[in-house]
């Protein structure tokens, strides 16, 4: 059974027992959190697709870590104008395990 679930302004797809990383959630780690913004269920060769969620359907994540992603670095140039800029940038993420997927 899978499921696409909507989070951070992203849509995932996840099977129950799997780990993704997504945008930072107010959470403590160790804490169960149910997920109710659930784009489609599926089971096999059948689909459930919502008109925008489906009904009733829910994802249950457990919250493992907090963390940041590693640095990504920035570098703007202009040719012969004498200008160069440096930046980095290190985006926060949390990482979850699947649960049990209701649907």
């Given at each position: 059974?899978?499921?696409?679930?909507?989070?951070?302004?992203?849509?995932?797809?996840?099977?129950?027992?799997?780990?993704?990383?997504?945008?930072?959630?107010a959470a403590d780690v160790g804490q169960?959190?149910?997920?109710?913004?659930?784009?489609?269920?599926?089971?096999?060769?059948?689909?459930?697709?919502?008109?925008?969620?489906?009904?009733?359907?829910?994802?249950?994540?457990?919250?493992?870590?907090?963390?940041?992603?590693?640095?990504?670095?920035?570098?703007?140039?202009?040719?012969?104008?004498?200008?160069?800029?440096?930046?980095?940038?290190?985006?926060?993420?949390?990482?979850?395990?699947?649960?049990?997927?209701?649907?």
């Amino acid at each position: 059974m899978y499921a696409v679930i909507k989070t951070g302004g992203k849509q995932y797809k996840v099977a129950t027992g799997e780990k993704i990383k997504v945008e930072q959630i107010a959470a403590d780690v160790g804490q169960e959190i149910v997920i109710d913004q659930v784009l489609a269920v599926g089971t096999g060769s059948t689909i459930t697709v919502g008109t925008p969620l489906v009904s009733g359907a829910t994802v249950t994540v457990t919250v493992l870590s907090q963390g940041r992603h590693d640095k990504v670095r920035i570098f703007k140039m202009r040719r012969r104008k004498h200008y160069q800029k440096r930046q980095g940038h290190r985006q926060n993420f949390t990482e979850l395990q699947i649960g049990a997927i209701v649907g």
